[in-house]
């Protein structure tokens, strides 16, 4: 036997059954795994108070509503003051298995992404300071962050490291896709099948592939034709500068896509049946058919997992010496 073919049946002999999705692109969420409850707890109760921005009003969940696919349904967002946000908001779902946060990646992780909001004049507009002097004046808070980090006071760190924590359970495991590939081939029909099949054999799975169907790279927007687009958002150049990646965002993810409308950097897709056929003729330079269109939707819509469960927490109460937010006006 040759060497080569000897190693392959070695690997063989000692790897034990392939799992059934082994050969795919794809592969299933996996379940959260929660490190410290407590820091969890505070985190998401930072995740839904409103108290971290100057108005009182805008929460993490404002933008990232977890009842409505971690994302507002908006093409951008509103902000402080009512204003327009520049870009549509990414669902938070999933989010810790990209390779980083943004539509251009700036922050690095969840926990560089959650500082962000806070501080910015557009969307929470607020700063670390008076954010971490609100929470601190709190009781009931200043006795969590002391069981969950064993200090007398929070720091703009611990709330991010909360916040992060929090968002990493929020993933969306057992979607029918995940039962499909794990073995269950009941969980979908032809038409789902076909537009799977349609799905890998377009080229669509060279940028969303993986647990997450996206987020694991970055790719130009326009790659066959150019995207028209009103949105003044240049991407990575925005930060680099540089020509080369004008356009370049981040992959979104595909998971629980349908209930993540309306789609792209700008919103512009109203639908997924509109975003698929953008796509098609930007990205593959090819132009799906009706049929077509309507199985990779098909397919799409087998990606939306299990949402998180659990109930809105019950918010500490602000005291009299609790910094007042600036009202709206």
């Known amino acids: ?97 990209n390779l980083a946060q943004f539509w251009d990646g700036r922050a690095k992780n969840l926990k560089e992404q959650a500082g962000g909001p806070i501080a910015n004049p557009g ?62 081939k009941k969980a979908l029909t032809k038409t789902e099948l076909s537009g799977y099949k349609l799905f890998k054999d377009s080229g669509c799975t060279a940028c969303h592939y993986g647990p997450a169907v996206g987020g694991t790279s970055f790719q130009k927007m326009g790659l066959v034709a150019e995207y028209d687009t009103k949105n003044k958002a240049q991407g990575v150049a925005g930060l680099t500068g540089k020509d080369a990646d004008r356009m370049m965002f981040k992959v979104p993810t595909l998971r629980n896509v349908e209930l993540t409308y309306p789609y792209f950097h700008d919103g512009e897709a109203e639908t997924l049946e509109e975003a698929v056929e953008v796509m098609g003729k930007l990205q593959l330079g090819r132009a799906f058919t009706a049929q077509e269109v309507d199985d990779i939707v098909a397919f799409m819509k087998t990606l939306t997992g299990k949402q998180p469960d659990f109930k809105l927490p019950i918010l500490p109460p602000s005291n009299n010496t609790t910094p007042k937010p600036k009202p709206f006006g």
């Open 123 to 184: 969307e929470m507009a607020s700063s670390h300071q008076l954010a971490v002097d609100v929470l601190n004046s709190i009781p009931a808070y200043k006795l969590e962050f002391k069981q969950a980090f064993g200090k007398d006071s929070a720091n703009i760190d611990m709330v991010t490291d909360a916040i992060a924590a929090f968002e990493e359970t929020l993933v969306t495991p057992d979607s029918r896709f995940d039962q499909y590939l794990k073995g269950n």
């Open 1 to 97: 036997m040759q060497f080569s073919k000897l190693v392959v049946a070695l690997v063989a002999m000692t790897a034990g059954p392939a799992t059934s999705w082994s050969a795919e692109p794809i592969q299933p969420v996996p379940a959260a795994k929660v490190k410290n409850t407590g820091m969890v707890e505070l985190g998401k109760k930072l995740f839904f108070d409103p108290r971290l921005s100057m108005s009182g009003f805008i929460s993490c969940n404002s933008c990232h509503n977890l009842s409505m696919g971690g994302s507002d349904n908006l093409k951008t967002s509103i902000g402080d003051y009512w204003q327009q946000g520049p870009i549509n908001s990414p669902t938070v779902l999933n989010s810790s298995m």
